[in-house]
């Protein structure tokens, strides 16, 4: 494909030669071919070093490049439009359900549904229409699947898991098994017990949520833990069960909940962040790569780090206390030295 082409494509301005572009690719690792992009100025000399045929860059980009550019208002948005003219198609699932599938009877199948092979639907389940669910797959007595929700190879829904329409459940997610749950003692004899507290909830998932691979999340042990729609969950996510997530957020890699969290509308839970159990974070809060927050989060500051979780500017404070107090010594050094 040509640049003027492309440019065109994705109604941007095509500055400098109209060469042939035949993939995407990073700044660092592009070659000649490739199409790359920026968005943000302290990148500069990545993208003076690429030796990418074309970059996408933005309206008021002025550090220059080494190659063509197409400006366009969002750069990063514009790459993941044209990475799609370039990949090559997703397999596509033909309708049916394949032979060794073990799907019973009373399963309800709507239209257009595609079931791989050694899958296993037990009685009352039902798929909606549109619906791909991959080989290796365990639905549980009684589980729905909303139409065009696709389930890749390995997945475990439980029994009653309710997952909405057009999500999308990677490999390797379990969804509605056991939460922790369990309670410790004493008997009078002096001897310590510990029992299983029965978790007789369920999971729900909301429409559009895409879920990791190798994520889990528990059932309630009452009532549902609950995933709102338009939620994107990375993979090794954990969600304990009675979670209640409202919907439009996104929960990064390792990052944990424990029990009966709620969760806002628009909120971003960074990567192996920690959550304590039977709090609530306000809508649009932020908690930031490994922070540990031991309660509730009602909105006033809406980016928190460190553990336990603090606002960003007491975080920085606190952090740059130690530099500061060594440049203040080094400070009265130099000036006794003078005063002598």
């Not at 700044?27 to 000649?32: D, F, G, K």
């Not at 750069?75 to 309708?95: D, G, S, T």
């Not at 500017?313 to 003078?338: H, N, W, Y």
Request: net charge neutral.
């Amino acid at each position: 494909m040509k640049a003027s082409e492309l440019a065109a494509f994705l109604g941007g301005t095509l500055e400098g030669d109209d060469v042939d572009i035949i993939a995407c690719a990073g700044l660092e690792e592009a070659r000649s071919g490739d199409l790359s992009f920026c968005k943000d100025p302290k990148h500069v000399k990545l993208v003076q070093g690429t030796k990418a045929s074309t970059v996408l860059l933005p309206h008021d980009w002025d550090k220059g490049a080494p190659c063509p550019i197409i400006r366009v208002q969002d750069p990063n948005r514009a790459c993941m439009a044209a990475a799609k003219l370039f990949a090559p198609p997703e397999p596509v699932r033909a309708p049916g359900v394949h032979p060794s599938a073990v799907v019973d009877p009373s399963v309800k199948i709507g239209e257009g549904v595609h079931v791989g092979p050694l899958t296993v639907i037990e009685k009352g389940a039902e798929i909606g229409d549109g619906a791909v669910v991959d080989a290796q797959v365990f639905i549980g007595e009684g589980c729905k699947i909303g139409a065009k929700t696709h389930i890749y190879p390995q997945v475990t829904l439980r029994e009653g898991t309710i997952v909405g329409r057009e999500c999308i459940i990677h490999c390797g997610v379990r969804l509605g098994g056991d939460g922790y749950g369990f309670n410790n003692g004493r008997r009078e004899d002096g001897s310590v017990y510990i029992e299983k507290i029965p978790q007789l909830g369920i999971v729900e998932i909301g429409d559009g949520v895409e879920i990791g691979s190798n994520t889990t999340i528990d059932r309630a042990r009452i009532g549902r833990t609950y995933i709102g729609p338009m939620t994107k969950i990375d993979n090794l996510v954990q969600v304990g069960h009675n979670v209640k997530v409202k919907g439009y957020s996104g929960l990064i890699a390792q990052s944990g909940i424990a029990g009966s969290t709620e969760i806002g509308y628009g909120c971003l839970i960074w990567a192996q962040a920690g959550i304590s159990g039977h709090i609530k974070i306000a809508d649009g809060v932020q908690v930031g790569p490994q922070a540990g927050v031991p309660q509730s989060l009602d909105g006033s500051v809406k980016y928190v780090l460190g553990t336990p979780a603090e606002s960003m500017r007491d975080f920085g404070a606190r952090t740059l206390l130690p530099r500061m107090f060594s440049k203040l010594k080094s400070d009265v050094k130099e000036i006794k030295q003078k005063l002598r």
